[in-house]
């Protein structure tokens, strides 16, 4: 390799690796970000509390206890900790979030005589959370009333319908929002990571003042380039093995695909997000302006990359800068490794737009960059 | 065989959209010269130097460093000289050592040569510390020191030196001239801005700038000497009354400038006979001296002298 861009690599890697907040950023931040995005960010509905009302009429009503005891068992649902005579204030004060009304006298009743209809209301502030409550407790009151059927022979409380699906959920069985989230933050915290490294290290050099006394050796462009973007591809590389342990260890993430694949695919996202990085620091003049840069870059390319929201929710006129994205790319990549065993076709059709995506990022840096002031 | 000029500027004008910072300047630099440049903030100094390393392109006029032009761009031009800027030329966060180390590997020097330059350098400034110092932890006049050896490294014929002891000790001011000295008497042309005047003493030409324009060229003594043709006096008030006559002196006809120096005054009379017909009146209020004049009362004149 070229005697300058070594000097460069070991440069960099030494103030980088120097520095005590870089190692913290570089190795400890993103397991701590893994693991708080994986947890926080569940879409699963849990802990909702259940009510029934008026207070006592479990006891007396032992199709609506069964329901209640079924929910309970769950583990979706929790005990209102306070007996609910007012199910709407109950529901307005925030006290619980679910409560079942019984018709007048009892549930048991009312199905024997075949009108088996019982009252849940909603909070849907949340409208999501309201939505997968109704569905818990839909699927419960289905299970409860078909067993009726069986035992007492009696009109069932909601029929079976005639048309049944056999559904098999594919991949993620138990659904777990982790298997699906892990993979789309561990891609966002390699571009954050990597982004903000290599646009601050060019503009630092822009702002102390040493960028004059580097340009001022015979250096040429390509130089200065490869030597300030080859030691933040190896760092960024570095975290990937770091970041893959901690989803597969903290989030049982499935790694089910060719783990040679996803690190060919993770070097070409890297180039890519390290090639936007210098990129930015072409323009940026100090490390206020590149990191104001990457922040303008990352937020829009994270909400647009199918990460949290599908693709196909976005509008058109926003749709095609999912598409410029290069964290959809990766996104859709480690999916399909770690949870499908990787599609050979979609994973190398994506490394190709990710390479075609760095070479237009560091390509463009070429272009800009001047070794002259 | 005629001698290759060190640095040759001819009619160099430096714009940046509609601001002219170089306006049509001239000059050449010998080899082995000490060449300093003086100027207030903004008068174009740092402009001329930047162009002179090939970090900006002139907008008109030509430029030859070393003989060198632009016409294969910058590079040949960056091979030939060594620049330290007035800012910071080292990283604080490495030592020495690996300072030395980035610095021969973005020049591509072989090792083995880069280590004898750099124990050289390191002897020339008789550096004594370990070179696994981290540079942060140098004192400032040291640091500059250690600047300018890396400056050095690929032993340039032509050095440029942009304000190298700006808030650095007097002692280490002194310190750091005592190796420019060495260095062009080993034959090395040095290109040094400053705005210590007593620094400006050492060189051998200076070259006054004001507001983009050359405006003087010539040795310090041959300055002082066309800048003030009559001999130069200072005033010093016998008294507060004395004071209050320095505004009706500034417009004696005997009188072509008078410059206040802390508590006392710097007089150039405008001819001889006149100032020795007003010179027994003036004794009354003040002790008077005959002095040789600073190069800080020709900057003063010059430079400060032009903006009225």
Redesign the interface.
Same mark, same amino acid.
């Given at each position: 390799m070229n005697?300058?861009l070594?000097?460069?690599l070991?440069?960099e890697f030494?103030?980088t690796l120097?520095?005590p907040r870089m190692r913290l950023l570089l190795f400890v931040a993103p397991i701590i970000q893994l693991s708080i995005f994986g947890v926080a960010l569940s879409t699963e509905t849990r802990n909702v509390r259940l009510a029934v009302a008026p207070p006592g009429i479990v006891e007396r009503d032992p199709l609506l206890r069964e329901i209640h005891d079924k929910s309970l068992a769950s583990g979706w649902f929790l005990p209102a900790k306070t007996p609910v005579s007012d199910p709407f204030e109950a529901i307005r004060a925030g006290r619980v979030d679910a409560v079942l009304v019984p018709p007048p006298g009892g549930l048991t009743r009312a199905v024997a005589r075949g009108d088996g209809q019982l009252q849940l209301l909603l909070d849907a502030t949340n409208v999501t959370r309201a939505q997968g409550v109704e569905r818990y407790l839909r699927t419960i009151a289905a299970t409860v009333g078909a067993a009726q059927t069986l035992v007492s022979g009696g009109v069932a409380l909601g029929t079976p319908p005639p048309l049944q699906f056999d559904v098999r959920i594919l991949f993620n069985p138990t659904m777990r929002t982790a298997v699906f989230m892990v993979p789309g933050v561990m891609s966002m915290l390699v571009c954050l990571l990597t982004i903000i490294l290599t646009s601050m290290s060019l503009t630092k050099e822009k702002e102390?003042?040493?960028f004059?006394?580097?340009?001022?050796?015979?250096?040429?462009a390509t130089e200065v380039i490869l030597g300030k973007t080859i030691p933040f591809v190896l760092l960024g590389i570095s975290n990937i093995p770091l970041i893959l342990a901690a989803g597969i260890l903290l989030f049982d993430l499935p790694m089910r695909g060719s783990l040679a694949l996803l690190a060919f695919a993770a070097l070409v996202f890297v180039i890519c997000t390290v090639g936007i990085g210098i990129f930015i620091s072409t323009i940026a003049r100090n490390q206020q302006q590149s990191m104001m840069g990457g922040f303008l870059f990352l937020f829009p390319a994270t909400m647009l990359s199918g990460m949290m929201f599908p693709i196909e929710n976005i509008p058109d006129f926003l749709r095609w800068l999912a598409y410029l994205n290069p964290l959809t790319y990766f996104i859709e990549i480690l999916r399909n490794i770690l949870l499908k065993g990787g599609s050979p076709e979609l994973v190398l059709r994506n490394i190709g737009i990710l390479a075609l995506m760095a070479f237009f990022t560091i390509g463009g840096s070429l272009r800009r960059f001047r070794?002259?002031? | 065989m005629s001698e290759i000029l060190a640095v040759e500027a001819r009619h160099l004008t430096v714009r940046f959209g509609d601001f002219a910072a170089v306006k049509d300047v001239s000059f050449t630099v010998r080899p082995g010269e000490i060449f300093g440049f003086l100027g207030a903030n903004g008068a174009g100094k740092t402009t001329t130097i930047?162009v002179l390393?090939? #970090?900006?392109?002139p907008t008109e006029g030509v430029v030859r460093v070393g003989g060198i032009g632009f016409e294969n761009g910058?590079?040949?031009i960056?091979?030939k000289?060594g620049?330290?800027?007035?800012?910071?030329?080292?990283?604080?966060?490495?030592t020495v050592e690996?300072n030395f180390?980035?610095?021969?590997? #973005?020049?591509?020097l072989d090792p083995a040569i880069a280590a004898r330059r750099r124990q050289e350098l390191l002897d020339f400034i008789s550096f004594s510390r370990p070179l696994d110092t981290f540079v942060r932890d140098l004192p400032g006049g040291l640091r500059q020191q250690v600047s300018l050896a890396a400056?050095l490294l690929h032993d340039p014929e032509i050095v440029f030196l942009d304000e190298p002891t700006a808030g650095v000790s007097p002692a280490a001011r002194a310190l750091f001239w005592a190796l420019i000295r060495k260095l062009a008497a080993s034959g090395k042309t040095i290109f040094v801005t400053t705005h210590y005047m007593d620094e400006a003493e050492y060189c051998g030409r200076i070259a006054l700038m004001r507001s983009g324009e050359l405006i003087a060229l010539d040795s310090p003594e041959g300055l002082k000497r066309s800048t003030f043709p009559a001999p130069l006096y200072e005033l010093s008030p016998r008294s507060e009354g004395a004071r209050i006559r320095i505004p009706e002196l500034k417009r004696d006809p005997a009188i072509a400038s008078l410059e206040a120096y802390g508590i006392r005054f710097h007089v150039a009379p405008r001819s001889e006979p006149e100032w020795e017909r007003a010179l027994p009146e003036l004794r009354g209020d003040f002790e008077i001296r005959r002095i040789q004049p600073s190069l800080e009362d020709v900057f003063i004149r010059l430079v400060e002298g032009g903006n009225r």
């Open positions: 005697r300058t070594q000097g460069f070991r440069k030494r103030q120097r520095d102390t003042g040493t004059e006394t580097l340009i001022s050796a015979p250096v040429t070794t002259r002031l | 930047r390393c090939g #970090l900006l392109a910058a590079e040949p960056k091979r000289v620049y330290m800027s007035q800012k910071f030329t080292l990283y604080d966060d490495l690996e180390d980035f610095t021969s590997s #973005l020049r591509k400056a």
